[in-house]
């Protein structure tokens, strides 16, 4: 539902707005858990590969560190790649709260307009 500054808000066009931001929020909880437990996978995951590459490597310190970030590198992008989809979905949460908080403070004003 989109409201224009010229159309009067009703208290059930208010309140039926919050009901779907408060069911899409639901779905961006459950998105960001999936979110948060692959890019915990995906950390874990370059982690333990880095190390192993790290130990496998001959060299100084420099040079086994450097073999040891090419050899992962396709676990490194997707290790940034989860970290950004969590932080989108993270926004997407916190952009979704806003919203709710900014009805929910429309919907109070217009209980007080009705009341009086």
């Given at each position: 539902m989109t409201f224009t500054p010229a159309e009067p808000l009703s208290q059930h066009a208010v309140e039926s707005e919050i009901m779907r931001l408060s069911a899409?929020?639901?779905?961006?909880?459950?998105?960001?858990?999936?979110?948060?437990r692959e890019a915990a996978e995906a950390d874990s995951a370059y982690k333990a590969?880095?190390?192993?590459?790290?130990?496998?490597?001959?060299?100084?310190?420099?040079?086994?560190?450097a073999e040891a970030a090419v050899l992962c590198e396709e676990l490194y992008r997707q290790k940034r790649a989860t970290e950004a989809l969590l932080l989108?979905?993270?926004?997407?949460?916190?952009?979704?709260?806003?919203?709710?908080?900014?009805?929910?403070?429309?919907a109070a004003n217009l209980r007080a307009l009705v009341a009086s």
């Open positions: 899409l929020a639901e779905s961006v909880t459950h998105k960001l858990a999936v979110r948060a590969g880095h190390a192993k590459a790290f130990l496998l490597a001959d060299g100084s310190v420099a040079v086994r560190e989108s979905a993270t926004e997407a949460g916190r952009n979704t709260r806003a919203q709710l908080d900014a009805l929910r403070s429309i």
